[in-house]
């Protein structure tokens, strides 16, 4: 939590970091701030959960536009105008918010027009944060089209058990939803679904018996080597998640074993047998080709989604 609070200040947390250290020049994006709410309300840490909670119902203009990226001027901070936010922005500002306990009625207004856009949406991933948020509450006519989307575009061909012809960026995200939705909603097309893609990761996802997280770069269905390098946190986290939805669904300890090897992974269980977590367990940007092994920026997204798998396994009983 030390280093959120180094990357916090009055307006919120940081987006990048230069070594261990906050990195001004590229401001703040809201899905920072959208899963820093979420991590410090579970820790209790109520002083930094404010400050990301205003920083999201702030980010709504008078003109009823939601601005992903803001940046320090005099007197406080600005949105840059001539990007409006993604659909994974407000699908992580949707989870927050439909996850918070804050109350403020400017959420609301920012959930009403979220929710009006989300029936558009055509981005799996912004979807299934969505979802993450919905079954929170009561299910819904966008939580059932929704998750229709998302299990219409699931193809099953030999080897491949994906929704799409291409592994991107933070893949366990979706069968993470897929996990939640069937459990609290008792579908089993979702659990199913979930199964079988979660089981893909898993096996595209190793080398030599280690966990090896996709690449910045990606993987299509074609090509024929699996890209090593650069490694990020937010894929062996998200694949934590994951799998820890797994177990609440089905109680197999198989997926216990599984988050134990991926929890490894950040302390050096991976290909380079390098340690991910500093002394002050603050988490690096990844594994790299180059060669000190490690990317020694400490940025928000590592270290945020590291704190969510941590939150996981000590839950779990698996660390102290």
Request: neutral net charge; glycine residues 6%; contains cysteine.
């Amino acid at each position: 939590m030390q280093k959120l609070k180094q990357l916090t200040n009055n307006w919120g947390i940081y987006q990048h970091g230069k070594l261990d250290k906050p990195n001004p020049k590229f401001g703040y994006a809201i899905e920072d701030q959208a899963r820093a709410l979420l991590v410090t309300e579970t820790f209790g840490e109520e002083e930094l959960a404010n400050i990301y909670f205003e920083f999201i119902i702030n980010a709504l203009d008078k003109n009823g536009k939601i601005f992903q990226y803001f940046y320090d001027v005099k007197n406080g901070i600005e949105p840059d105008k001539s990007i409006d936010c993604s659909q994974d922005g407000l699908g992580m500002v949707a989870w927050a918010l439909l996850t918070t306990k804050k109350v403020s009625p400017k959420k609301d207004q920012i959930l009403k027009i979220i929710i009006n856009q989300a029936k558009d949406w055509n981005h799996l991933k912004s979807m299934a944060y969505l979802i993450l948020g919905l079954t929170n509450g009561d299910v819904s006519n966008l939580e059932d089209n929704l998750t229709k989307k998302i299990l219409e575009a699931y193809k099953e061909e030999a080897d491949w058990q994906w929704f799409d012809n291409k592994v991107t960026y933070g893949n366990p995200l979706i069968p993470w939803a897929l996990w939640k939705r069937g459990r609290i909603r008792h579908d089993k097309t979702s659990t199913d679904i979930a199964k079988k893609t979660t089981a893909f990761l898993l096996k595209m996802y190793q080398k030599n018996g280690l966990p090896m997280p996709v690449s910045h770069l990606g993987f299509k269905k074609d090509d024929k080597e699996w890209l090593s390098f650069d490694q990020q946190p937010i894929e062996a986290a998200y694949m934590i998640l994951c799998l820890d939805e797994a177990f609440k669904t089905t109680k197999n300890n198989y997926y216990l074993e599984m988050i134990e090897k991926w929890w490894g992974w950040f302390w050096g269980n991976n290909i380079n047998r390098v340690n991910l977590i500093d002394d002050n367990f603050a988490c690096y940007d990844g594994l790299t080709a180059k060669s000190d092994k490690v990317n020694l920026n400490q940025g928000s997204e590592s270290n945020i989604c590291f704190l969510m798998a941590y939150q996981a396994v000590k839950r779990l009983g698996l660390v102290d």
